[in-house]
């Protein structure tokens, strides 16, 4: 009866955690959909992100089609801030690049090495980073602030 018990007991509660959000990836387990990382950064979404390469540090707010909503229509004038959960350099052949894809959305990027190396580092940790933007519509930023908590 007390194995009976701790069975359905053992039931319950993988039925109570069990999410519909998760997905199985080549055998390493169930992962959460919210934990999948964004597409990966190829030379049409770098392009579409940068302008061509015209734009060093920008900002985006759609993460699936970069160019098609145009670069940093939710990014504001002076400080904006976000956690730098997820980051990815990309290198387009003469340059490395970092992108930051924040947990509240949309994604920065910088050809710079101190800011990208300051966007890396907070990334590693999930803490919170500032852009300080001077042009809304490119996202184009000239500083970038960080914070050794989350």
Request: hydrophobic share 40%; net charge neutral; glycine share 12%.
């Amino acid at each position: 009866m007390k194995s009976l018990v701790l069975s359905l007991f053992g039931a319950l509660l993988a039925l109570h955690f069990a999410s519909p959000a998760s997905a199985q990836v080549s055998g390493n387990g169930p992962v959460h959909a919210e934990l999948l990382p964004p597409p990966a950064v190829t030379a049409d979404f770098h392009a579409a992100a940068t302008l061509g390469g015209r734009v060093a540090n920008g900002h985006g707010s759609s993460v699936r089609t970069p160019g098609a909503t145009g670069l940093g229509p939710s990014a504001s004038l002076g400080w904006n801030i976000f956690h730098a959960t997820n980051c990815q350099p990309y290198y387009d052949g003469s340059t490395t690049w970092v992108y930051v894809f924040p947990s509240e959305g949309g994604y920065w990027f910088t050809n710079n090495l101190f800011m990208g190396t300051a966007f890396l580092t907070q990334c590693a940790q999930g803490n919170w980073a500032a852009t300080y933007v001077t042009n809304t519509s490119s996202g184009y930023f000239t500083n970038v602030y960080t914070w050794n908590y989350r």
